[in-house]
């Protein structure tokens, strides 16, 4: 048997993004989701606000042949080019940055309706108005009906054709239906008898010409698509300001002189200049100097944070007073900037489990409108006679189904909530999230660098007989140097302040236990006293008593062993955060049960609980990192949803277990990875913002499928009954769709 060749290795799943023209409302989602999901383990979501489509697919299965199954399902595909920041080289003449064709359709949509109203108001005032009539108005009426149902609507007619050669039907197939029949029919009445109009002042109950009726839905319907595309285009604003926050050049040292380059030129490794009032071009560490920096457009913070030599800093924030130098670390698609970008994008394009129903009704619901259609026209005419009156009610039960609105309802609230949380420094991972969360009853919330600031402090040494507490504090700051924890960072740090610290060999760290190395030719073992005992050192009455009264003190203490002997406990303290107590008491008024969980002792624990205002009975003390995710799934036992706020790697697999996972963006990647709604600040304030978004968001969502579907059933059989004009529905059909634009816009002032 021969192997494979190169190109036939198995290789894993990949996700595609595709632009999609031609899309209307959510029977065309629908086609094309189905029309994709045929091929042999491809899976889609469709997005009819963005006209994008995220593709999962099989290795063996090519660009091309998704490209080609969207054109056989009526509609045209391009590969989806990645969104360029403000700074990016313009798109070339009749091209957008980042689709390629979002500009050309409102200019499009924009001329047929100036030509399609130029025609249509004449044409409704003699057709309306008796007194504006004149012999053989009719055939004027004809004349300037023809150049908006062939001109004006032809974008509609177009779909619908489409659609048809594929048979399957759409929202374009009832508008196309309905400006269509309204013109055939009076165009054959009026060639039938000539003299029809050949008097004046004549009432619509006194000839059968619907011209007016074509013209006046079609010009509608075009005016509603306008607005709603405009709509639309600033429903996505959020995302655009947000990539072109970035610096558009850097001054970077090269050879010992400066050079200002395009910000995209950047490599990593560069070493860049900013001074005071300019942007940082991309993230990287500050190498010289000292200034403050603001980074409230990506997190939402006011005031500006104080950095120096050492400290890493995000592209696209602000250098508000000294000059520094920075080595560039991250570029391009790496850095912070446009991972928010990639978020906020991909939650926009999924889907939301709310979003099927409309799908799965969107699927029959236009055979099923037409099917009506004309089962109103037989009964209307073979009960009354009355050819007219059969006619306007089928048309308007056309007209007036349209599911347009159904079609935008859930991702245009999704774009406008998603995108204004970016706005905020709050991503939103995806459209399951806002499900989650409605069902949230408690939240966890790690203690350090989540209710604390993270910066521990030494409060002091108390060593045994025989050994001074700067002597011990020396021994445990070498070994704890090499550490990265908190707390040995702050053992390390007030251990140098006494001088140059002795080195450290054979270096080892158990996390949530502590640290051990060889210094000066002794065993040190630092940190908790069951990590002591686990490495020999017998811990006595005295080495108990002082532990338990730092402990009481409130401090975080630990201990320290030479030579498998205790020698003394060091004290170091969190400090809470400014916002934390108020922002914890927001979460309790939403009626959140909420839990501190901290790999501290008991009484540290509680004293800060006691602080912020949660209850000692809602204290995890002694957690270790490891059993982190296991104390959230028993919460999960007791049929809690349950939430978990963290930063650290530690926090990682509590936050993947937890029903909703939230990572404080000041936390490592590896946190902000495993969780399902990002906060680019610091703040607890963020996390109530991230729940109240989440749940106005779908609420919105509710509120226009709520409108959608209210608005077809009770719109539909109104029309049957002949209770509603054509021109009404059809002024009707294309409102609904731009207040549901409107209402998701409202959004945007949330949190203001």
């Known amino acids: 048997m021969t192997s494979p060749a190169p190109h036939e290795t198995r290789a894993e799943p990949r996700t595609v993004e595709l632009d999609i023209q031609g899309m209307t409302c959510a029977s065309c989602v629908n086609r094309v989701e189905r029309k994709l999901g045929k091929l042999p383990g491809v899976s889609a979501s469709v997005n009819l606000p963005l006209e994008t489509a995220k593709v999962q697919v099989p290795a ?195 050879d010992g002189k400066e050079a200002r380059i395009p910000a995209e030129q950047v490599q990593v490794g560069d070493h860049f200049v900013v001074r005071p009032g300019e942007k940082i071009a991309t993230d990287g560490v500050v190498v010289d100097g000292a200034s403050a920096v603001d980074t409230s457009l990506l997190t939402g913070e006011s005031v500006p944070q104080k950095v120096g030599a050492g400290d890493e800093v995000t592209g696209a924030t602000l250098n508000t007073s000294g000059r520094l130098v920075i080595e560039a670390t991250r570029i391009g698609s790496d850095t912070t900037l446009a991972q928010m970008g990639k978020l906020v994008s991909e939650a926009q394009s999924g889907k939301a489990p709310i979003a099927r129903l409309a799908d799965r009704i969107s699927a029959v619901f236009v055979p099923i409108v037409l099917a009506i259609a004309v089962l109103t026209f037989a009964i209307w005419f073979f009960t009354s006679g009355d050819t007219y009156q059969a006619f306007t009610a089928a048309v308007a039960v056309l007209v007036i189904a349209c599911p347009c609105a159904l079609g935008l309802a859930t991702p245009i609230g999704l774009l406008v909530g998603t995108g204004r949380g970016a706005q905020l420094g709050i991503l939103i991972r995806g459209p399951q999230v806002l499900e989650d969360t409605r069902k ?41 140097h090499h550490s990265e924890h908190p707390i040995a960072q702050a053992i390390a740090k007030a251990a140098a302040e006494l001088g140059p610290l002795p080195q450290a060999s054979g270096f080892d760290s158990d996390p949530g236990g502590g640290v051990l190395g060889m210094v000066n030719g002794h065993h040190v073992v630092v940190g908790r006293h069951s ?99 296991k104390a959230i799934t028993a919460l999960q036992e007791q049929g809690k949803v349950v939430a978990m706020v963290g930063d650290g790697v530690n926090d990682a697999p509590a936050l993947a277990q937890a029903d909703l996972g939230i990572a404080m963006g000041s936390g490592t990647d590896v946190a902000i990875e495993a969780a399902d709604i990002t906060l680019m600040g610091n703040d607890l304030h963020q996390v109530t913002q991230a729940i109240d978004l989440s749940a106005k968001t779908l609420s919105t969502i509710k509120m226009n499928l709520f409108w959608a579907f209210a608005y077809n059933t009770a719109g539909i059989p109104i029309a049957a009954l002949g209770l509603l004009n054509p021109m009404i529905a059809g002024a009707a059909m294309a409102a609904s769709s731009v207040l549901v634009v409107l209402n998701s816009l409202r959004l945007r002032s949330f949190g203001k």
């Open 60 to 254: 063996d299965i090519s660009d091309e042949t998704l490209i080609s199954t969207v054109a056989a399902a009526g509609y045209t595909a391009s590969l989806k080019q990645p969104a360029k920041p403000a700074h990016a080289d313009h798109a070339g003449p009749g091209e957008e940055d980042h689709g390629g064709h979002e500009h050309l359709v409102p200019e499009n949509l924009l001329r047929r309706l100036i030509v399609s109203s130029v025609f249509t108001i004449p044409l409704f005032i003699i057709s309306m108005i008796p007194g504006a009539q004149f012999p053989h108005w009719g055939w004027v009426a004809f004349a300037l009906a023809t150049p908006v149902v062939f001109y004006g609507a032809w974008p509609f007619h177009k779909a619908a054709a489409i659609n048809a050669r594929h048979f399957a039907s759409t929202m374009d197939t009832l508008v196309s239906l309905g400006v269509l029949a309204a013109y055939l029919f009076s165009a054959i009445q009026l060639i039938l008898d000539p003299q029809m109009t050949a008097h004046t002042g004549m009432s619509m109950s006194e000839h059968a010409l619907y011209f007016e009726t074509a013209g006046v839905v079609a010009t509608l319907l075009l005016l509603g698509r306008f607005l709603e595309h405009r709509a639309k285009s600033s429903a996505s604003d959020a995302l655009k300001s947000l990539l072109s926050l970035g610096a558009k050049d850097a001054v970077v040292l090269r």
């Open 440 to 480: 949230l009853d408690t939240i966890v919330l790690d203690k350090t660098g989540t209710v604390t600031t993270g910066v521990m402090t030494h409060l002091g040494t108390e060593a045994i007989d025989g050994i001074s507490p700067d002597e011990a504090l020396m021994l445990a700051g070498a070994v704890e």
């Open 531 to 629: 990590w002591l005992e686990l490495q020999g050192t017998v811990l006595d009455a005295t080495a108990m008593a002082m532990l338990e009264e730092a402990e009481q003190s409130g401090a975080t203490a630990i201990l320290v062993s030479v030579d498998q002997q205790f020698q003394a406990v060091i004290s170091v303290a969190d400090k809470i955060k400014d916002t934390s107590a108020k922002a914890i008491g927001e979460l309790q008024d939403r009626g959140l049960r909420v839990v501190l969980l901290t790999g501290d002792n008991k009484s540290v624990a509680t004293k800060v609980a006691a602080q912020v205002g949660i209850k000692a009975e809602d204290v995890f003390a002694g957690v270790f990192p490891a059993d982190k995710a």
